[in-house]
């Protein structure tokens, strides 16, 4: 994952970009608004960690212009200023989160985390393939307008697939959007999830199968 921190700050700066590299994290820096976001429009990274208090251009006009640009890279936006307008402001502005200073690196690592598994086109509430459908709001999930029960981890699956649907992802893509930072997933666990799906998605119906196993590289769910 490359995230790209904009703060002026230096001190601030290199020790996130310290701590976040030893956590295995690329991670590029930029100490103005104007660099900042020469950067984010690139559309290079995964996530921009953005402080608000910045020269040249500040952070509220920076998220905005970004996602003026169309770039979803997730935002999150950090500040000295810890009240509720000040939050408000800055989710408005675009940002996906926001954390206020002082903080705790671990609470930022929590809410890295958080943002790396929600999906880029999450404001999608319903995805469609074929006669499938899955709706975020109610959980409902169908097919040739049937209703299909599924677990909670079935469902973050097949949510997952259905945003890149005709796309081949890997396993580790999937344990990386589906499971916890921190649950002890084996890649067997996704085969095993995967034929859960195939048996309720699939199986049951005498159409086009969408669950499909591309040898070598991983899955994807499509109609191609």
């Known amino acids: 994952m490359r995230i790209l921190i904009i703060e002026d700050e230096h001190k601030i700066a290199q020790s996130l970009k310290k701590g976040l590299t030893q956590e295995s994290y690329a991670v590029d820096l930029s100490f103005d608004g104007e660099e900042g976001l020469e950067l984010a429009l690139s559309g290079e990274f995964d996530l921009i960690i953005l402080d608000r208090l910045l020269p040249k251009i500040d952070g509220l006009t920076l998220c905005q212009k970004v996602r003026a640009e169309g770039v979803h890279t997730p935002i999150l936006m950090l500040t000295a200023k810890g009240q509720i307008q000040d939050r408000v402001e800055g989710l408005n502005a675009g940002a996906d989160d926001y954390l206020a200073k002082p903080f705790a690196f ?119």
């Open 106 to 224: 671990e609470e930022l690592l929590a809410r890295i985390r958080a943002l790396k598994r929600r999906p880029a086109d999450s404001v999608a509430d319903i995805l469609e393939l074929a006669d499938l459908t899955l709706n975020t709001s109610d959980l409902e999930v169908k097919r040739n307008k049937k209703p299909i029960k599924l677990s909670a981890k079935e469902f973050a699956l097949l949510e997952y697939l259905l945003r890149h649907k005709n796309k081949i992802v890997t396993k580790e893509q999937i344990i990386s959007h589906v499971w916890n930072y921190d649950s002890d997933v084996l890649p067997n666990t996704v085969e095993v999830y995967i034929g859960y799906l195939r048996s309720k998605i699939d199986k049951p119906f005498n159409g086009l199968k969408l669950v499909q196993t591309i040898r070598g590289f991983g899955y994807k769910i499509g109609d191609k």
